[in-house]
């Protein structure tokens, strides 16, 4: 099924470790995001790759890097995990869709640092 | 700098009634605006999405209505029923094909 997957879904690491989440889409859509959602709060954008080949910052991107590896993946590196960082976190795509730009979510993934 | 802002943050309503989510965004340079639907626990679904040269879409019982000028977009919700419960994030595209959300709205609809 067309659509965007992330891996993993679930995720303990212990502080100063480092992960990737992996994501990736078969909708050749061009852009790509990640977001975090923390408990009482909206979506906060990590980084977006708005096209193959370019990453810009969003709104709270200390702590993580990103890859744009080609058009269908986008992964999130956490290079020394804090407990801060323990947080559900989403990809998603977006693209032309018969004239609309569709945005499509992974099913998120749940990171815990103790 | 774009910013989201909706009101209320949540909502406690009895069944059958209509209600209405707001959205509102300082920067009026969007390419559109989408109503999301998260369940706990679970992803995103998008409800409506409406492209910055409309004013409103539809779908079913749900009505979205976009101002760009002033910065807003409303969520009709008619006849609401208890499997309407969830929260309800709105998220506007900007210039750079920047992606950016609101804190939703907690919608509890009271059988």
């Known amino acids: 099924n067309a659509g965007v997957t992330q891996t993993p879904k679930f995720q303990v690491l212990k502080t100063g470790q480092s992960m990737t989440l992996q994501c990736a889409q078969d909708?050749?859509?061009?852009?790509m995001y990640w977001y975090r959602q923390d408990p009482g709060m909206g979506l906060r954008l990590i980084y977006y790759?708005?096209?193959?080949?370019?990453?810009d910052k969003g709104e709270v991107p200390n702590g993580y890097n990103v890859s744009r590896l080609n058009k269908r993946e986008f992964s999130l590196r956490l290079e020394s995990a804090a407990p801060s960082q323990t947080s559900v976190y989403f990809c998603?795509?977006?693209?032309?869709?018969?004239?609309?730009?569709?945005?499509?979510f992974g099913a998120g993934s749940r990171l815990t640092v103790l | 700098k774009q910013e989201v802002t909706q009101i209320p943050a949540a909502l406690s309503v009895p069944e059958g009634e209509n209600l209405v989510l707001n959205c509102s965004f300082t920067?009026?340079?969007?390419?559109?605006l989408q109503w999301f639907r998260q369940d706990p626990g679970k992803g995103l679904t998008s409800l409506l999405l409406?492209?910055?040269?409309?004013r409103e879409q539809t779908s079913g019982r749900l009505n979205a209505s976009l101002d760009k000028s002033s910065g807003r977009s409303t969520l009709y919700i008619a006849a609401s029923q208890p499997g309407d419960s969830a929260t309800y994030l709105c998220?506007?595209?900007?210039?750079?094909?920047?992606?950016?959300f609101g804190s939703g709205t907690r919608l509890l609809v009271r059988p």
């Open positions: 998603a795509s977006s693209g032309e869709t018969s004239g609309a730009n569709v945005l499509t």
């Open positions: 909708m050749n859509h061009n852009s």
């Open positions: 790759s708005a096209s193959e080949g370019t990453t």
């Open positions: 920067d009026s340079a969007i390419y559109n």
């Open positions: 409406i492209q910055s040269s409309q």
């Open positions: 998220a506007v595209l900007d210039s750079s094909y920047k992606l950016i």
